[in-house]
């Protein structure tokens, strides 16, 4: 049973700098690929930013591109998601989920996370 654990969310000023967590247990994710992604209210739940365990590969959306980036630490199946320069305009609840990596939908997902940026 994969499990995701985020935390790390909270409330922030813009431009500050914040680091959610998502410590992955349950299988051997060298085949997975860990996504974080975010819903804002009133919104769709949109991708942010991806990470491929297999070939290490990462991948974000344009609207985060050169403001987030998404570390990891392999010893304990932890993916992070380190997020800069921060805008009200991130303001959301972000999840943490995974797929296998032939998959194109992600079937594991964490709890959520509340982030809240203020002008």
């Known amino acids: 049973q994969v499990q995701l654990l985020e935390s790390g969310g909270g409330l922030v000023q813009a431009g500050d700098s914040l680091r959610l967590n998502c410590a992955a247990s349950?299988?051997?994710?060298?085949?997975?690929?860990m996504g974080w992604f975010r819903q804002a209210p009133g919104k769709e739940r949109e991708f942010v930013a991806g990470?491929?365990?297999?070939?290490?590969?990462?991948s974000y959306a344009d609207s985060v591109k050169g403001r987030f980036t998404i570390p990891r630490d392999n010893a304990k199946n932890t993916v992070y998601l380190q997020m800069n320069s921060l805008k009200p305009e991130d303001t959301a609840v972000y999840y943490c989920?995974?797929?296998?990596?032939?998959?194109?939908?992600?079937?594991?997902w964490g709890q959520g996370t509340q982030v809240v940026v203020s002008s």
């Open positions: 990470f491929n365990w297999s070939d290490g590969t990462t």
């Open positions: 989920a995974a797929r296998l990596k032939f998959l194109q939908k992600y079937n594991y």
């Open positions: 349950g299988r051997t994710f060298s085949s997975f690929v």
